[in-house]
């Protein structure tokens, strides 16, 4: 079993819509949790940054982070065909190694 | 410049031969991450540097795999006799030594192993 488990799609929905994104993991010690944005070609480009458990909004982006369900959410509103990528979920019990999700394929239709 | 570089983009070659990949990380960052991304996967951890040192190197796979940062800033990864499953993106990213501060990554180079 992998440490971090991520449902790779691919995810389809039309312009507009709310997008919900996430990620389990089995390791406790998981302190920081990030969501980044992968279009192709390109490397990850960082979308949220959140310590421990709580939720963080930033513009469209609201991150949820679950430690009691070792669970964490990324949600997406008014989604745009700009959007479409694939995301990734990567965490780390410190200034350390990220260990990433398989990501997830999203295409936003316009 | 103002994000993490590496170089080539793209580096094609042969079963056996040697290849060199450039990462060049944001100025000032002192920590330093090389990854390794294989198709419809997510990015793996390899090695990590904290100034010169190899703070971290559980993620290299197998003693082919080498990398360096002589002087704190541009880091090398170097692989020897390469293979087919070497194929992959390798991912550069830096940042600072903190922990609430995120790595940021370059767009790697592509390797492909023909």
């Known amino acids: 079993q992998k440490e971090v488990e991520q449902d790779p799609g691919p995810l389809s929905v039309p312009e507009g819509a709310i997008v919900s994104l996430n990620c389990t993991y089995s390791n406790s010690a998981f302190q920081y949790f990030m969501w980044y944005r992968q279009y192709s070609r390109k490397g990850p480009e960082l979308l949220m940054y959140?310590?421990?458990?709580g939720n963080k909004e930033d513009g469209r982006f609201t991150a949820q982070v679950d430690k009691s369900s070792k669970y964490i959410s990324l949600f997406i509103r008014d989604s745009q065909p700009s959007d479409s990528a694939t995301y990734l979920c990567?965490?780390?019990?410190?200034?350390?190694?990220?260990?990433f999700g398989q990501g997830t394929r999203l295409t936003i239709n316009p | 410049g103002a994000g993490v570089s590496q170089t080539p983009s793209n580096k094609v070659t042969e079963k056996g031969k040697y290849v060199e990949l450039r990462c060049d990380p944001i100025s000032g960052h002192t920590a330093l991450y090389w990854y390794r991304q294989s198709l419809g996967q997510g990015p793996e951890f390899l090695i990590y540097?904290?100034?010169?040192?190899?703070?971290?190197d559980s993620g290299l796979p197998n003693d082919r795999f080498f990398a360096v940062r002589p002087e704190g800033s541009v880091s090398t990864l170097k692989i020897q006799r390469t293979e087919r499953g070497d194929s992959a993106v390798y991912l550069c990213a830096s940042g600072f030594r903190l922990s609430n501060q995120p790595q940021h990554f370059g767009d790697g180079t592509r390797l492909s192993i023909l």
């Open positions: 990567a965490m780390s019990e410190g200034a350390q190694k990220l260990v």
């Open positions: 540097f904290q100034g010169t040192g190899a703070a971290d």
């Open positions: 959140t310590y421990s458990s």
